[in-house]
């Protein structure tokens, strides 16, 4: 996604804020998460996803599919072997506010496609990100931002994304894991780590919860320890959210970290964009 393409062309509205003076950053670093609507034209989501519709008709690394059935579920690290998905990591209306939130260069963790097919697209429970990239792949601090596109319109029947507003200054809050899982645990409906029973009743009725809905096109950003979840997709239409997560190039995984994922899960290049 280079300045010449009709990705750089498209104007983003106005923050959802009444202080021009707050930035994006701030209202991530106040809330957890901060919502963007139509950063991108009805063009250019519809070029994303012809892109992956023409992605998965070949066999990669990364591809994972519900339980017990061949509904793709996410695609993992398509910039690794698409160049279309390796420009669009270096969009500014993705970078920009990585950078600026961060307050460094940054590099790509982990890029993927949550398809949430109709009908039948399955829930995620209750969790937070960081827990996954601290265990699994090293990473010693939350220093990440992932970044979240609709590529359809999304109500409440869609399964969207619940995000409890300021869950993120609680630090992790996640359970110990029943059981050791391997990766794919990591990306399934019964996911290796979750935020406890106890501690969402606690969280929601301190801080409520906010559902993203919006239309194809719109943005959110959300911090890592923001805990979010989603419910199963039950509109006659799919529910594809692509999210590319920006780590600090200063806070990469540590060397020869015991556990490390696939690239498609923890990237090995840690070069800054």
Not at 223 to 249: E, K
Request: aromatic residues 10%; contains cysteine.
């Amino acid at each position: 996604m280079n300045a010449s393409s009709a990705y750089a062309e498209a104007s983003e509205r106005p923050a959802d804020t009444a202080d021009p003076r707050v930035t994006t950053a701030d209202r991530i670093r106040e809330s957890g998460y901060a919502l963007q609507r139509g950063c991108f034209l009805d063009e250019e989501v519809r070029a994303i996803r012809s892109h992956i519709d023409a992605y998965v008709q070949q066999a990669h690394p990364g591809i994972v599919y519900e339980d017990d059935s061949r509904l793709i579920r996410g695609i993992h690290g398509p910039h690794l072997y698409d160049a279309f998905f390796a420009d669009m990591v270096s969009d500014p209306r993705f970078l920009a506010t990585a950078e600026q939130f961060l307050g460094e260069r940054c590099y790509v963790h982990q890029f993927k496609i949550n398809m949430k097919q109709r009908m039948n697209g399955q829930a995620w429970p209750w969790h937070q990100d960081y827990i996954y990239w601290k265990n699994g792949d090293g990473i010693e601090n939350p220093d990440l931002l992932n970044v979240a596109m609709l590529l359809n319109d999304v109500d409440m029947l869609h399964g969207p994304l619940c995000f409890i507003p300021r869950s993120h200054t609680g630090g992790d809050l996640s359970e110990d894991p029943d059981r050791s899982g391997d990766w794919r645990q990591d990306l399934s409906k019964d996911l290796t780590y979750q935020v406890g029973h106890g501690a969402v009743d606690r969280l929601i009725r301190d801080n409520g919860i906010e559902f993203i809905t919006g239309k194809a096109g719109d943005v959110v950003f959300f911090d890592p320890l923001l805990a979010h979840c989603s419910s199963t997709n039950l509109s006659p239409q799919d529910r594809v959210l692509l999210i590319v997560t920006y780590n600090a190039v200063s806070n990469a995984p540590r060397p020869g970290h015991h556990r490390i994922r696939p690239e498609f899960l923890c990237a090995r290049d840690f070069t800054p964009l």
